[in-house]
């Protein structure tokens, strides 16, 4: 992968020149004044704090991405100016193809900082959807796959269990159905069953050893669970056709005891309906950066271009129904069924979209997983255009949280959030339009049949 020094080393990298040669010895700096010429221990304090502040800013931005914004102040002038407010992290990953048609990668990053914590929403259905895979791969001497029934019942405080799926094909619960409605809708039951399917010892565990150690996914959605209550997960019971048990899995419990965090967000929140002064305790939710996210994608669209470890033990057509499901409209899904106007073409396309509610062309597919939660908007892409030979990676973060209030859920999503995806997109992908490629890409391997009604 080819990275792009960002303009803050360089500027460091100056004023570290100015300030002349460091004494190692005594561990000061000697400053040459020009106008003097003498020499003194200690810089002037305007260089001292500008390195002070470089130093401290933890945030990665390339000349070539800040420009590229910059040249659209109708779009990005607030986005600029309060990017530390919104927290706004963006990733574009250019795609190159060599004459075999291999991809080469040139990330670009805009106010990256994985030091800054963001809610992860529902981009955690990701990692999380894929593990389901790699697991039921392990287990596959049982007989047990995607397709197989399974059965979730309740065995502690808190859990609630699963006969039948009513928008599966045949009423029956499986895997396949709940990786289906996680990318098609971002279906929150969908992906507890999956996070109790794993436990949560072996979600953290696998994600930790690909290299995701900053990582952690502690918590069922949308339901409110104790700490305890989430390190348990449900027995599950995976049946064949005449209804025999192929695999028993008894409840778990996860004993081990992760890093421990400051994770915040906001002014004040709202806890069990009552205003609250102070920022919102975050330490014992999800947590993934923005870059671990884009690189799970990557993963998953070009799995022979990271490093083995980073790769799902999954054959190449769990990939593919993986894929298929990214970027299908709800519309086309057949099972499960989802109708417009309420789950329209765009639904959790954020990037390039925001929330655009008309029919879209199918020249142009987004391989993506979306997320929204206490202000926070999220959307990890891969954007492909078939007709103008097109590709590239685009993750993008931002806080809509413009009171401070957490949980009043009064946030800015349609004035700033949705606006900043859709625009962002469009800027990336009218600059993709003009960009030279030496060997255009041969797409075809992301052409899919979709269900379509």
Known sequence: MIYR???RLFLIAFLLLTLGQ???ARKTLQYHSPSTGVKAENPPDTIKNQIETLMKDKARTDPFLEKLLSGHPEHFDGILKNRKTLNVQVIYTQINRDRNNGPEFTDYYFNLDSSQYFYPASTVKMPTALLALQK???LSLT????????????????????????E?????????????????VSDNEAFNRLYEFLGQEYLNEQLHKMGYTDAQILHRLEISLSEDENRHTNPINFLDSNNNVLF????????????ARNDSLGQAHYRSGKFVEGAMDFSRKNRISLQDLHQVLRSIIFPNSVAPKQRFNIPNSDYHFVRKYMSEFPGESIYPPYDPPSYYDAYGKF???GSQKEPLPKNIRIFNKEGDAYGELLDIAYVVDFDKKIEFFLSAAINCNTNGIVNDDNYDYDNIGFPFMKNLGRVIYDYESERNRVNPPDLSEFKIDYDKK
């Open 5 to 7: 020094k960002t303009g």
């Open 22 to 24: 460091c004494n190692t």
């Open 136 to 138: 039921l791969n392990e």
């Open 143 to 166: 007989g047990v796959t995607k397709s197989t029934t399974m059965i979730t019942e309740a065995g502690y405080s808190g859990q609630s269990s699963t006969y039948n799926d009513p």
């Open 168 to 184: 599966s094909a045949d009423g029956r619960p499986t895997i396949e159905n709940y990786i289906k409605k996680i990318f098609l």
């Open 248 to 259: 028993a899995q008894p409840m778990q419990y996860n004993e081990t005891k992760y890093a």
């Open 351 to 353: 990037l390039f979209y």
